[in-house]
């Protein structure tokens, strides 16, 4: 049982008591209250340590050549397949290339794929929920019926075909996997426009003279966001997996680059006999995509 | 849904724990249990005049079976369900004597009527569906005439030198008239009736197959051991697309022949061997694994000697040995060496990558500060296109280019797309290949009047180089003569190295692990096996 | 009843954990309550009145940590018994009625079940008589059809039929003692003074013992033998409701008399005859549709109101009664079915959104729930001076001072210009979205039910700054409430609302004074304390 | 209820037919040309045949018919229960799926069982232990759950307990016993879905007055869980399922390629690359009528399950 007693500031010293000298009194910047919600977030081991994980990724992103000094696409054929070690962390792979070497830099593949479809999602999704929140009536009937039948169309099958209509790639993927969970993103959008919509301070602001347009873009969507940027850091886990499900099949990078999905599924050949090959990536990215689930939620357990 | 016990039994683990216990009866003994690697999904089909597929002509070789055989040692073409033959002075019309004590597995009586309604059919069928694989090897077959009812006369309309050992493959195959009075459909899904010593009792696509013993067999070719009825009762066949699996399975006891269709790496081979299996390997007779550029239309390989360089800089030697194991033979032509009248060409296809720097630099192509070389502001980049994945090898090939300043794209591609791709000449090499032990078969990827892909044979070559291997394709097809042949063939093998218009990259061995109880694999003159041979006894 | 007391509370202290800080919610606190006996317990929020049920429940939740003392509840230390205990005490020893009724019901389950439960649980699991005895339970406490009300769910009902339920649960365990933690806050006057009537008679039937808590002085007075005042945690007054009433010690208690709005109506001159009103809606009616019905429910009939400046009209009613809406359609948030409204001469009834623009300058809204009626992502800066941004009246330097301005108006320190809505207190956000109000100048300011979430020695501070505001400033107020105390503080015309009907309309003095209807008398009775007014305490 | 129910179905069928119609024209904007993939699956080249071969082989695969008269045909054909014939298999679609459909009914089926059990139990245990390290740890799993690959797992699963252990088959589609991983494999990430959503419930639940007033009847921690926690926490789970047929759709792709399972996700997806535009609608269209029907389904079930629903107007 987990009962908070909401502790309410103390209302009796309200009468001017404290006030202070009129030119003391300075706006504060946003920076400073980004960093007043985060602080305490950061303080606790379990967020820290995936945040440096999720940071990690992205600067691997960034500057894979900073992590590592091998060729990720060398070929070696005398160290093929050799264990974890000082010399090479994560082991080779079949053609002796190093494995660290080759998640780092598949990090801009897999990171940029995701953060793609994310971004598609996002605008999609984004644009056709406040469309559909705002306007109501038969738009949003007819834009929801829209999402319906995406939704209908099991994700994988719908990136498949798509994949296959535009090509192999990044790309395409980050394409293929941001169409996927467009709906995701438009129904959350909605209901939360749709929430908003009717608070009072939006009543207020509309009665204080605020146009739709400002009242959209002060208050409906800074306050929507709130949710449907944790469905994105989800949905940027979800996006790493389903554009490594779509490598897995093939669909992946153009080699020798190698998404984090491609070099598991390379390595599942040697499941038996060289089991790194497979596992290391494969837990390298669990590490990522949990990490990012792990921020997401305490982000939202914090916000509530 | 399932029925909803089942669902609730599977909830139940324990119930599940007590289902799965190994069932080991006495029968599976005498079965033998093959696993292959993923089923064709594209043309899903085991009527043997449409099947290319090498599993299925495995599987087809042990049901039904042909007028003649092929010694896999020498390549000679031996008696079958033929005991002999005459072929005319102007090789156009083959008289079989025919055996009088074969009949197929519904009892029906193998004779000449039975021979002319298979090649006719087969002929109707290719001209219903003239892209059918089976249709090359009855190039020129005009029409059979029935002399009496062991003797059978087959007249060819032009020339065809290939068209006796055409006989003796799995697409010619001879089935009983009542599977020619079914659909091309119901044969393709396992309506199969042979003169073999195994029965199809049926084929699932994609899951499995089951073949059993025929017990009353007696007519076996003088390439089988056992004359009589096969040793095991019945064969298990399985695809299993993913590879740690199908090991898996194998290690584990599960499978007793382990039969994928590329070499095994070298970690898995040697754990193979490490559980006592036995590795059985066969050279695929046909073109080896090569490499086809695209020489026309200012493309860069148009140039001959970027091609020579190209082919000095590949190191076959570290291929073989990296990507399979320090044992594996290194490709030395065109053909695989079980290929009739391969001529080897070691020499040419030595490792030189500093013979292919001077070349390159000589045709103008100057290392850049990327690493590649570039000439005019176009970089040395070579478009390969390839499908469905690429194989570690092909990334092995494009690090070893890279090393001399070639930049090699790897462009995967769906079937169809990579099929557009040939016709439309939007590659710079591609790859092919097709299994046949004669050498005919190159005709069919590199005759563009005779092959798959006019597109592709004609861009192999120089446009003037391709009169001269048209003319050597004439000859060898035209050739009654052994030596005629053999002459012809080595020059075609010659010109394609020496003109650069193919780039071996790895002899196509086929590869089978057997368990240790499996005794007596043997293959055929195409690399397949003969499952009546096999014994399994205790390991 | 000379054995020792029911309740026997010593030297209690709990404290909750939060964020990592410990927090005194009771200290030293220690009473006793005898069979039989009514004791209130009386507070405003943060008092530890809430947090004490709970303790005397065994029902702290985990945050919660009893410090020290003993809470001795029929002979059992509660604060020191183990679970077991606690729940064998519950529903048979101590019985809760919760406060809020709409929420306090399990809303997957049938009313008589969830009675049922409770009755087989003090009766033993098989008692047969369940279910008789559940309808006589729903009976007993007043409910019709006793039979129909044990199938329905718990939204089926009204609130008032909701907290009738509730206690029918505490009655089932037949309890010695029975906990009301504010039973009737939640609902309508008329309404709570029935039910508590009603428990009353009840439990005086059966002897229990009953512990009423409530934030209501004035309910206290009129209800318990005994009151208990708590503050911060702490007991500050311990007496009989006559002490308190004629003389409470603690200074404390004064303020809690006094800042409730004792029913005393103001007198001040009325508008000055011939002066035009600033608003006036003339028979203004509005009906909504019903959805997949073809009729009608008229939420609004035939409603006319003048308001003058300077001058407060109050809507009184309860909920339902229409007051919402008449407030949305003086806004121009409503279209009304019939009738207009004028505003300085002007009939904005029909106007676009576009049109009404440049009038929300001079009418202004303050609305009922602070929580809710600030931007959380908003800092008070940004949300007072919103309207003037919208409006683009200010920027920079100037409206920043004109914020300060603002913010000393509604008496908050300057600094509280940085906080965000979360970091103040419900009064501080009532202050602040006043000032929003206020930021345009306006001279109608419509105030929906600006003080019915807020405790009750606040909302005394928060009706005291309109009263100054409207005296400064000269502003029209019209105020829509449920609290008939409230609108006799500030109003000087009373319009009383019931079920969109106007019941009476007039002067304050005389709506208070000699209610001409008899729902108006009804709701001057139903006035906690209201029996009081007759005593010189709110003088 | 009656005038709900064909608004309901009218609003499913416009669904259906919306996500057939999208699936027709991405396969139809698929590169390539349909007669080389068919001809090349036999061996053969489009441009290694003469114009009047080709003319006879389009005829013979039935694709010498226009985009919308292809796509009209097939759509009333459909509407007659008559799917067409694969191009490529040479078989009815309807013969496919009828031998395909058992196998994935029957891993969907187990893994949204498995998921179900699973995911509830997890949650209904998380919500019930008391202590904070261990609660913390299986709050926690969830997030775990679905962090990880689909296929990754899979080949762990069977490197564990097929290869290692060897208790359950690693590949086949006959049995129980060959059930049992893929099934588990497909019901991770669901379960891991319906744990945290049902969590979730249990926190905002336990935070419920009702919750302390069935506390204050008397009743255990257990009791108050079962009865009045469990319902209450587990209404948002039903439009969840409803949501996750999708997703298991997607999963048995990857998983059947996996376990060598002969089911509907595997022919998709190889249906997908060969183009063979009949079984893809086919199995959109299944898969999508799937989806609708268990989501009418969830709708039509949500009164029982929370009363508060009503699909009749109702009078406020």
Request: include cysteine; glycine fraction near 8%.
């Given at each position: 049982?987990?009962i908070?007693i909401?502790?309410?500031?103390?209302?009796?010293?309200?009468?001017?008591?404290?006030?202070?000298?009129?030119?003391?009194?300075?706006?504060?910047?946003?920076?400073?209250?980004?960093?007043?919600?985060?602080?305490?977030?950061?303080?606790?081991?379990?967020?820290?340590?995936?945040?440096?994980?999720?940071?990690?990724?992205?600067?691997?992103?960034?500057?894979?050549?900073?992590?590592?000094?091998?060729?990720?696409?060398?070929?070696?054929?005398?160290?093929?397949?050799?264990?974890?070690?000082?010399?090479?962390?994560?082991?080779?792979?079949?053609?002796?290339?190093?494995?660290?070497?080759?998640?780092?830099?598949?990090?801009?593949?897999?990171?940029?794929?995701?953060?793609?479809?994310?971004?598609?999602?996002?605008?999609?999704?984004?644009?056709?929920?406040?469309?559909?929140?705002?306007?109501?009536?038969?738009?949003?009937?007819?834009?929801?019926?829209?999402?319906?039948?995406?939704?209908?169309?099991?994700?994988?099958?719908?990136?498949?075909?798509?994949?296959?209509?535009?090509?192999?790639?990044?790309?395409?993927?980050?394409?293929?996997?941001?169409?996927?969970?467009?709906?995701?993103?438009?129904?959350?959008?909605?209901?939360?426009?749709?929430?908003?919509?009717?608070?009072?301070?939006?009543?207020?602001?509309?009665?204080?003279?605020?146009?739709?347009?400002?009242?959209?873009?002060?208050?409906?969507?800074?306050?929507?966001?709130?949710?449907?940027?944790?469905?994105?850091?989800?949905?940027?886990?979800?996006?790493?997996?389903?554009?490594?499900?779509?490598?897995?099949?093939?669909?992946?990078?153009?080699?020798?680059?190698?998404?984090?999905?491609?070099?598991?599924?390379?390595?599942?050949?040697?499941?038996?006999?060289?089991?790194?090959?497979?596992?290391?990536?494969?837990?390298?990215?669990?590490?990522?995509?949990?990490?990012?689930?792990?921020?997401?939620?305490?982000?939202?357990?914090?916000?509530? | 849904?399932?029925?909803?016990?089942?669902?609730?039994?599977?909830?139940?683990?324990?119930?599940?724990?007590?289902?799965?216990?190994?069932?080991?009866?006495?029968?599976?003994?005498?079965?033998?249990?093959?696993?292959?690697?993923?089923?064709?999904?594209?043309?899903?089909?085991?009527?043997?005049?449409?099947?290319?597929?090498?599993?299925?002509?495995?599987?087809?070789?042990?049901?039904?079976?042909?007028?003649?055989?092929?010694?896999?040692?020498?390549?000679?073409?031996?008696?079958?369900?033929?005991?002999?033959?005459?072929?005319?002075?102007?090789?156009?019309?083959?008289?079989?004597?025919?055996?009088?004590?074969?009949?197929?597995?519904?009892?029906?009586?193998?004779?000449?009527?039975?021979?002319?309604?298979?090649?006719?059919?087969?002929?109707?069928?290719?001209?219903?569906?003239?892209?059918?694989?089976?249709?090359?090897?009855?190039?020129?077959?005009?029409?059979?005439?029935?002399?009496?009812?062991?003797?059978?006369?087959?007249?060819?309309?032009?020339?065809?030198?290939?068209?006796?050992?055409?006989?003796?493959?799995?697409?010619?195959?001879?089935?009983?008239?009542?599977?020619?009075?079914?659909?091309?459909?119901?044969?393709?899904?396992?309506?199969?009736?042979?003169?073999?010593?195994?029965?199809?009792?049926?084929?699932?696509?994609?899951?499995?197959?089951?073949?059993?013993?025929?017990?009353?067999?007696?007519?076996?070719?003088?390439?089988?051991?056992?004359?009589?009825?096969?040793?095991?009762?019945?064969?298990?066949?399985?695809?299993?697309?993913?590879?740690?699996?199908?090991?898996?399975?194998?290690?584990?006891?599960?499978?007793?022949?382990?039969?994928?269709?590329?070499?095994?790496?070298?970690?898995?081979?040697?754990?193979?061997?490490?559980?006592?299996?036995?590795?059985?390997?066969?050279?695929?007779?046909?073109?080896?694994?090569?490499?086809?550029?695209?020489?026309?239309?200012?493309?860069?390989?148009?140039?001959?000697?970027?091609?020579?360089?190209?082919?000095?800089?590949?190191?076959?030697?570290?291929?073989?040995?990296?990507?399979?194991?320090?044992?594996?033979?290194?490709?030395?032509?065109?053909?695989?060496?079980?290929?009739?009248?391969?001529?080897?060409?070691?020499?040419?296809?030595?490792?030189?990558?500093?013979?292919?720097?001077?070349?390159?630099?000589?045709?103008?192509?100057?290392?850049?500060?990327?690493?590649?070389?570039?000439?005019?502001?176009?970089?040395?980049?070579?478009?390969?296109?390839?499908?469905?994945?690429?194989?570690?090898?092909?990334?092995?090939?494009?690090?070893?280019?890279?090393?001399?300043?070639?930049?090699?794209?790897?462009?995967?591609?769906?079937?169809?797309?990579?099929?557009?791709?040939?016709?439309?000449?939007?590659?710079?090499?591609?790859?092919?290949?097709?299994?046949?032990?004669?050498?005919?078969?190159?005709?069919?990827?590199?005759?563009?009047?005779?092959?798959?892909?006019?597109?592709?044979?004609?861009?192999?070559?120089?446009?003037?180089?391709?009169?001269?291997?048209?003319?050597?394709?004439?000859?060898?097809?035209?050739?009654?003569?052994?030596?005629?042949?053999?002459?012809?063939?080595?020059?075609?093998?010659?010109?394609?190295?020496?003109?650069?218009?193919?780039?071996?990259?790895?002899?196509?061995?086929?590869?089978?692990?057997?368990?240790?109880?499996?005794?007596?694999?043997?293959?055929?003159?195409?690399?397949?096996?003969?499952?009546?041979?096999?014994?399994?006894?205790?390991? | 009843?000379?054995?020792s007391p029911l309740i026997e509370v010593r030297d209690l202290s709990i404290s909750y954990a939060f964020?990592?800080q410990r927090t005194q919610a009771v200290s030293q606190l220690s009473f006793s309550l005898a069979?039989?006996e009514?004791l209130a317990i009386v507070g405003?929020?943060g008092s530890g009145k809430s947090t004490l049920a709970n303790a005397l429940l065994g029902l702290l939740p985990d945050n919660a940590h009893i410090d020290q003392g003993q809470l001795w509840v029929d002979g059992v230390d509660v604060a020191q018994a183990d679970e077991?205990t606690r729940?064998q005490l519950r529903?048979?020893t101590v019985?809760l009625?919760?406060?809020?009724?709409?929420?306090?019901?399990?809303?997957?389950?049938?009313?008589?079940?969830?009675?049922?439960?409770?009755?087989?649980?003090?009766?033993?699991?098989?008692?047969?008589?369940?279910?008789?005895?559940?309808?006589?339970?729903?009976?007993?406490?007043?409910?019709?059809?006793?039979?129909?009300?044990?199938?329905?769910?718990?939204?089926?009902?009204?609130?008032?039929?909701?907290?009738?339920?509730?206690?029918?649960?505490?009655?089932?365990?037949?309890?010695?003692l029975?906990i009301?933690d504010?039973?009737?806050?939640?609902?309508?006057?008329?309404?709570?003074?029935?039910?508590?009537?009603?428990?009353?008679?009840?439990?005086?039937?059966?002897?229990?013992s009953?512990l009423?808590i409530?934030?209501?002085?004035?309910?206290?007075?009129?209800?318990?033998?005994r009151l208990l005042v708590m503050k911060q945690g702490k007991l500050i007054e311990h007496?009989?409701?006559?002490?308190?009433?004629?003389?409470?010690?603690?200074?404390?208690?004064?303020?809690?008399?006094?800042?409730?709005?004792?029913?005393?109506?103001?007198?001040?001159?009325?508008?000055?005859?011939?002066?035009?009103?600033?608003?006036?809606?003339?028979?203004?009616?509005?009906?909504?549709?019903?959805?997949?019905?073809?009729?009608?429910?008229?939420?609004?009939?035939?409603?006319?109101?003048?308001?003058?400046?300077?001058?407060?009209?109050?809507?009184?009613?309860?909920?339902?009664?229409?007051?919402?809406?008449?407030?949305?359609?003086?806004?121009?948030?409503?279209?009304?079915?019939?009738?207009?409204?004028?505003?300085?001469?002007?009939?904005?009834?029909?106007?676009?959104?576009?049109?009404?623009?440049?009038?929300?300058?001079?009418?202004?809204?303050?609305?009922?729930?602070?929580?809710?009626?600030?931007?959380?992502?908003?800092?008070?800066?940004?949300?007072?001076?919103?309207?003037?941004?919208?409006?683009?009246?200010?920027?920079?330097?100037?409206?920043?001072?004109?914020?300060?301005?603002?913010?000393?108006?509604?008496?908050?320190?300057?600094?509280?210009?940085?906080?965000?809505?979360?970091?103040?207190?419900?009064?501080?956000?009532?202050?602040?979205?006043?000032?929003?109000?206020?930021?345009?100048?306006?001279?109608?300011?419509?105030?929906?039910?600006?003080?019915?979430?807020?405790?009750?020695?606040?909302?005394?501070?928060?009706?005291?700054?309109?009263?100054?505001?409207?005296?400064?400033?000269?502003?029209?107020?019209?105020?829509?409430?449920?609290?008939?105390?409230?609108?006799?503080?500030?109003?000087?015309?009373?319009?009383?609302?019931?079920?969109?009907?106007?019941?009476?309309?007039?002067?304050?003095?005389?709506?208070?004074?000699?209610?001409?209807?008899?729902?108006?008398?009804?709701?001057?009775?139903?006035?906690?304390?209201?029996?009081?007014?007759?005593?010189?305490?709110?003088? | 209820?009656?005038?709900?129910?064909?608004?309901?179905?009218?609003?499913?069928?416009?669904?259906?037919?919306?996500?057939?119609?999208?699936?027709?024209?991405?396969?139809?904007?698929?590169?390539?040309?349909?007669?080389?993939?068919?001809?090349?699956?036999?061996?053969?080249?489009?441009?290694?045949?003469?114009?009047?071969?080709?003319?006879?082989?389009?005829?013979?695969?039935?694709?010498?018919?226009?985009?919308?008269?292809?796509?009209?045909?097939?759509?009333?054909?459909?509407?007659?229960?008559?799917?067409?014939?694969?191009?490529?298999?040479?078989?009815?679609?309807?013969?496919?799926?009828?031998?395909?459909?058992?196998?994935?009914?029957?891993?969907?089926?187990?893994?949204?069982?498995?998921?179900?059990?699973?995911?509830?139990?997890?949650?209904?245990?998380?919500?019930?232990?008391?202590?904070?390290?261990?609660?913390?740890?299986?709050?926690?799993?969830?997030?775990?759950?679905?962090?990880?690959?689909?296929?990754?797992?899979?080949?762990?699963?069977?490197?564990?307990?097929?290869?290692?252990?060897?208790?359950?088959?690693?590949?086949?589609?006959?049995?129980?016993?060959?059930?049992?991983?893929?099934?588990?494999?497909?019901?991770?990430?669901?379960?891991?879905?319906?744990?945290?959503?049902?969590?979730?419930?249990?926190?905002?639940?336990?935070?419920?007055?009702?919750?302390?007033?069935?506390?204050?009847?008397?009743?255990?921690?257990?009791?108050?869980?079962?009865?009045?926690?469990?319902?209450?926490?587990?209404?948002?789970?039903?439009?969840?399922?409803?949501?996750?047929?999708?997703?298991?759709?997607?999963?048995?792709?990857?998983?059947?390629?996996?376990?060598?399972?002969?089911?509907?996700?595997?022919?998709?997806?190889?249906?997908?690359?060969?183009?063979?535009?009949?079984?893809?609608?086919?199995?959109?269209?299944?898969?999508?009528?799937?989806?609708?029907?268990?989501?009418?389904?969830?709708?039509?079930?949500?009164?029982?399950?929370?009363?508060?629903?009503?699909?009749?107007?109702?009078?406020?």
């Open positions: 049982m987990t908070h909401p502790l309410t500031p103390n209302d009796t010293a309200s009468a001017g008591v404290e006030a202070r000298p009129a030119a003391g009194w300075k706006r504060r910047t946003r920076l400073q209250r980004a960093w007043q919600t985060l602080s305490p977030l950061l303080r606790r081991p379990g967020f820290s340590l995936a945040l440096l994980i999720v940071l990690f990724a992205l600067f691997a992103a960034l500057a894979p050549h900073l992590l590592s000094h091998y060729d990720p696409y060398a070929t070696s054929p005398a160290d093929k397949l050799s264990a974890p070690g000082l010399e090479h962390w994560f082991g080779t792979d079949e053609l002796g290339r190093d494995l660290y070497t080759r998640v780092v830099y598949g990090a801009r593949l897999s990171v940029m794929a995701a953060l793609l479809a994310v971004a598609i999602a996002l605008c999609g999704g984004l644009g056709l929920g406040v469309l559909a929140g705002f306007a109501g009536g038969r738009v949003d009937a007819a834009l929801m019926r829209l999402i319906d039948v995406l939704l209908a169309l099991p994700g994988l099958l719908l990136a498949l075909a798509i994949v296959t209509a535009i090509g192999f790639g990044t790309v395409p993927v980050a394409v293929a996997v941001g169409v996927g969970i467009i709906p995701g993103f438009a129904r959350t959008t909605r209901a939360e426009v749709l929430r908003i919509k009717t608070l009072p301070y939006v009543e207020a602001a509309r009665l204080g003279g605020a146009s739709w347009a400002r009242t959209l873009l002060r208050h409906v969507l800074p306050n929507a966001w709130g949710p449907v940027a944790v469905l994105a850091t989800l949905d940027f886990g979800a996006a790493i997996l389903a554009t490594a499900g779509l490598s897995f099949l093939g669909f992946g990078a153009a080699p020798p680059a190698a998404e984090w999905g491609t070099l598991i599924a390379n390595g599942r050949h040697f499941l038996i006999t060289a089991p790194w090959v497979s596992l290391l990536p494969g837990l390298f990215v669990v590490a990522v995509v949990f990490s990012l689930n792990h921020l997401a939620r305490s982000a939202e357990e914090h916000a509530r | 849904m399932p029925p909803l016990h089942r669902l609730f039994a599977i909830g139940s683990l324990a119930l599940a724990l007590t289902a799965c216990s190994p069932a080991d009866n006495s029968t599976t003994s005498k079965t033998l249990s093959v696993a292959f690697w993923g089923d064709n999904t594209t043309l899903v089909s085991v009527d043997p005049f449409q099947v290319y597929w090498l599993e299925h002509r495995v599987l087809l070789r042990n049901v039904a079976e042909s007028l003649t055989d092929q010694d896999p040692d020498s390549g000679r073409i031996i008696p079958w369900l033929a005991k002999s033959w005459e072929i005319s002075a102007d090789a156009l019309s083959y008289t079989f004597h025919l055996r009088q004590d074969v009949t197929f597995s519904n009892g029906e009586r193998f004779d000449a009527h039975a021979v002319k309604t298979a090649f006719d059919s087969n002929k109707a069928f290719a001209a219903q569906l003239p892209a059918t694989f089976g249709a090359t090897y009855l190039a020129g077959y005009d029409h059979a005439e029935v002399i009496d009812d062991f003797t059978v006369r087959l007249v060819l309309s032009r020339p065809n030198a290939g068209f006796l050992q055409a006989t003796s493959t799995t697409n010619l195959a001879i089935l009983a008239p009542a599977s020619y009075q079914l659909t091309a459909q119901q044969r393709s899904l396992g309506k199969i009736i042979g003169t073999g010593p195994f029965i199809l009792e049926h084929y699932t696509p994609e899951v499995g197959a089951r073949l059993v013993k025929r017990n009353d067999y007696a007519w076996p070719s003088a390439n089988m051991r056992n004359q009589g009825p096969a040793h095991v009762d019945a064969i298990d066949i399985s695809y299993i697309p993913e590879e740690s699996v199908r090991n898996g399975l194998f290690l584990q006891g599960k499978a007793d022949i382990l039969w994928p269709r590329n070499p095994f790496s070298e970690v898995d081979l040697k754990l193979f061997q490490s559980k006592g299996a036995t590795i059985q390997s066969r050279s695929l007779p046909g073109p080896a694994l090569n490499l086809y550029p695209n020489t026309r239309n200012d493309r860069l390989l148009a140039d001959r000697q970027v091609r020579l360089a190209l082919q000095k800089a590949i190191d076959r030697t570290s291929y073989a040995h990296t990507v399979y194991n320090a044992a594996f033979p290194v490709v030395s032509g065109v053909y695989d060496v079980t290929t009739p009248y391969f001529k080897a060409q070691a020499s040419k296809l030595a490792y030189d990558p500093k013979g292919a720097e001077q070349l390159l630099e000589a045709a103008g192509w100057h290392k850049g500060e990327d690493g590649y070389r570039h000439k005019n502001g176009q970089r040395l980049t070579l478009r390969y296109n390839l499908t469905p994945a690429e194989s570690a090898g092909d990334v092995l090939v494009q690090d070893q280019l890279r090393k001399v300043g070639i930049d090699l794209k790897l462009n995967v591609l769906t079937r169809a797309e990579w099929v557009a791709g040939n016709a439309s000449g939007s590659y710079d090499l591609t790859s092919t290949y097709m299994t046949r032990a004669d050498p005919i078969i190159l005709q069919t990827i590199l005759d563009p009047r005779a092959a798959n892909s006019a597109t592709l044979a004609t861009n192999t070559y120089e446009p003037h180089v391709l009169a001269k291997a048209q003319g050597l394709f004439d000859s060898g097809i035209t050739a009654i003569a052994d030596p005629q042949r053999a002459q012809a063939y080595g020059q075609l093998q010659d010109l394609l190295i020496d003109e650069a218009s193919a780039f071996p990259l790895y002899e196509r061995v086929w590869q089978a692990a057997t368990a240790p109880r499996v005794k007596d694999f043997r293959w055929t003159a195409e690399g397949f096996a003969l499952f009546s041979d096999i014994q399994v006894g205790q390991p | 009843m000379s054995q964020a990592g069979h039989g009514t405003e929020s077991r729940r529903g048979r019985a009625v919760p406060q809020d009724p709409m929420v306090s019901l399990n809303p997957t389950l049938r009313i008589g079940r969830q009675i049922a439960e409770a009755l087989l649980l003090a009766r033993g699991r098989r008692y047969p008589e369940v279910d008789r005895e559940v309808l006589a339970l729903l009976a007993q406490v007043g409910l019709d059809e006793p039979a129909l009300r044990a199938r329905q769910y718990p939204h089926e009902l009204s609130g008032g039929m909701r907290q009738r339920v509730l206690i029918a649960i505490a009655l089932a365990g037949e309890p010695r029975i009301a504010e039973p009737t806050s939640a609902l309508d006057v008329t309404v709570q003074r029935r039910i508590l009537d009603h428990l009353q008679q009840l439990v005086a039937e059966r002897g229990i009953l009423i409530t934030h209501d002085l004035g309910m206290a007075c009129d209800r318990a033998d007496a009989s409701p006559r002490q308190i009433l004629w003389g409470a010690q603690h200074p404390y208690t004064r303020d809690l008399l006094n800042a409730a709005p004792a029913f005393v109506p103001r007198r001040r001159p009325g508008a000055l005859p011939g002066q035009a009103p600033l608003l006036r809606l003339s028979n203004v009616g509005k009906r909504f549709a019903l959805p997949g019905q073809h009729a009608h429910f008229t939420a609004l009939h035939d409603l006319s109101l003048e308001v003058h400046a300077g001058q407060t009209l109050a809507i009184v009613g309860e909920s339902g009664s229409g007051k919402s809406t008449a407030l949305r359609i003086a806004l121009g948030l409503e279209r009304p079915s019939q009738g207009h409204v004028e505003f300085a001469g002007e009939v904005v009834s029909a106007f676009s959104w576009r049109q009404f623009r440049p009038l929300r300058r001079r009418i202004q809204l303050v609305q009922q729930n602070p929580f809710a009626a600030l931007d959380p992502r908003f800092t008070v800066f940004d949300s007072i001076v919103e309207p003037l941004v919208s409006f683009g009246l200010l920027k920079g330097q100037a409206l920043e001072r004109k914020a300060r301005e603002l913010i000393a108006r509604v008496q908050l320190p300057l600094h509280f210009l940085d906080r965000l809505p979360r970091e103040l207190s419900g009064g501080q956000r009532q202050r602040v979205a006043i000032a929003r109000a206020l930021a345009l100048e306006p001279e109608v300011l419509l105030l929906d039910e600006p003080v019915s979430a807020l405790d009750v020695s606040v909302q005394a501070q928060v009706l005291a700054l309109l009263d100054e505001l409207q005296r400064e400033l000269g502003m029209a107020y019209v105020l829509v409430s449920h609290d008939l105390a409230v609108v006799a503080s500030m109003a000087d015309q009373v319009l009383v609302l019931r079920r969109g009907q106007v019941v009476e309309q007039g002067p304050a003095a005389q709506v208070f004074g000699q209610p001409a209807s008899a729902y108006t008398r009804a709701l001057i009775e139903a006035i906690p304390g209201h029996s009081r007014s007759v005593l010189p305490v709110a003088v | 209820m009656k005038r709900y129910l064909t608004g309901r179905i009218g609003q499913a069928l416009l669904v259906l037919w919306g996500a057939y119609t999208v699936t027709y024209f991405i396969l139809y904007l698929l590169p390539g040309d349909t007669l080389a993939i068919m001809l090349s699956a036999s061996g053969m080249e489009a441009d290694g045949l003469s114009p009047e071969d080709l003319a006879k082989a389009r005829a013979y695969y039935g694709l010498d018919k226009g985009l919308f008269e292809q796509y009209f045909d097939l759509l009333w054909r459909a509407l007659h229960g008559d799917l067409g014939q694969s191009l490529s298999l040479g078989r009815p679609v309807t013969a496919l799926l009828a031998e395909r459909l058992p196998q994935t009914l029957a891993l969907a089926g187990s893994a949204i069982v498995l998921s179900l059990l699973a995911g509830v139990g997890l949650a209904y245990l998380t919500a019930y232990v008391q202590w904070r390290p261990l609660k913390t740890a299986l709050a926690r799993l969830p997030s775990l759950g679905f962090s990880v690959p689909v296929f990754w797992m899979g080949l762990l699963l069977i490197q564990v307990f097929a290869f290692a252990s060897g208790w359950f088959p690693a590949t086949g589609s006959q049995g129980l016993a060959s059930l049992v991983l893929p099934a588990i494999t497909l019901a991770i990430p669901s379960a891991a879905v319906y744990a945290q959503v049902l969590h979730r419930g249990f926190q905002g639940v336990w935070q419920e007055p009702y919750i302390t007033t069935a506390f204050a009847k008397g009743l255990s921690r257990a009791q108050v869980q079962a009865r009045h926690g469990l319902r209450n926490a587990a209404l948002p789970l039903l439009t969840l399922v409803g949501l996750q047929v999708g997703n298991t759709v997607s999963g048995a792709v990857l998983v059947e390629t996996i376990f060598s399972r002969n089911g509907v996700g595997r022919l998709a997806q190889e249906a997908v690359l060969r183009q063979d535009i009949p079984v893809v609608l086919a199995i959109v269209a299944v898969s999508a009528t799937a989806f609708v029907v268990v989501n009418l389904i969830v709708d039509l079930l949500y009164p029982c399950l929370d009363p508060r629903i009503t699909h009749t107007a109702k009078v406020n």
